[in-house]
């Protein structure tokens, strides 16, 4: 049975793997970079560890930057979990952070730790992804230890911080949704990030 990852992550695949390839390049002269403070940013140095060491107050800046290091040293296995943890808790986070803008950071941060790595460890690396969540045998344990460490416990700074609304110095609260379902937005962010039976 194929899993949906698979398909979910189609668009990051070719997007990691293609960069560079652009025909035509604007010079660099005329792209302004506006970075606000904590967009994107690790606040937590947690290196290569194995799931069983990660907790639910790690941010997916601080994971990816982990799941890195893993791939450069070969430790693929342990990588592969750390990217679907980070992924899941941006999925998580996407549903509870109000500014719609802000959300890009789910696909911008495992970009950008893809692209971190080099060759041929990036490879080797994205097989070893492929082969464990794009296999629902594989997946299952993975999705198990994920429901274990449990939903994220932090503020989202790093995905608040990406948005429109902190560049352009909008953002009047917390950056929260008002009425959000922690319970709801756990399953439904292990389900359409992993395809992960939902947790009774």
């Not at 040293?73 to 679907?84: D, H, I, K, P, T």
Request: charged letters at 20%.
């Amino acid at each position: 049975m194929r899993s949906y990852f698979a398909i979910s992550l189609l668009g990051l695949i070719l997007s990691v793997f293609t960069s560079g390839c652009s025909l035509k390049q604007e010079p660099q002269s005329q792209i302004k970079n506006y970075e606000t403070p904590g967009n994107l940013k690790s606040t937590q140095s947690i290196g290569c560890m194995s799931v069983s060491k990660l907790v639910n107050t790690y941010t997916p800046p601080d994971i990816y930057n982990g799941m890195v290091k893993c791939a450069r040293e070969g430790r693929y296995s342990e990588g592969v979990y750390l990217f679907a943890l980070a992924g899941v808790y941006t999925a998580y986070d996407r549903s509870r952070v109000f500014d719609k803008s802000a959300h890009q950071a789910h696909t911008v941060l495992p970009k950008n730790a893809l692209n971190a790595i080099e060759e041929p460890n990036k490879s080797a690396f994205w097989k070893e992804v492929k082969n464990t969540l794009g296999n629902s045998k594989e997946l299952l344990p993975v999705c198990r230890e994920i429901a274990r460490v449990g939903a994220p416990d932090y503020h989202p700074e790093y995905m608040i911080q990406h948005g429109m609304g902190a560049t352009l110095g909008r953002n009047k609260t917390d950056g929260l949704v008002s009425s959000f379902n922690s319970d709801k937005a756990w399953k439904q962010a292990l389900l359409s990030y992993l395809n992960c039976p939902i947790p009774s």
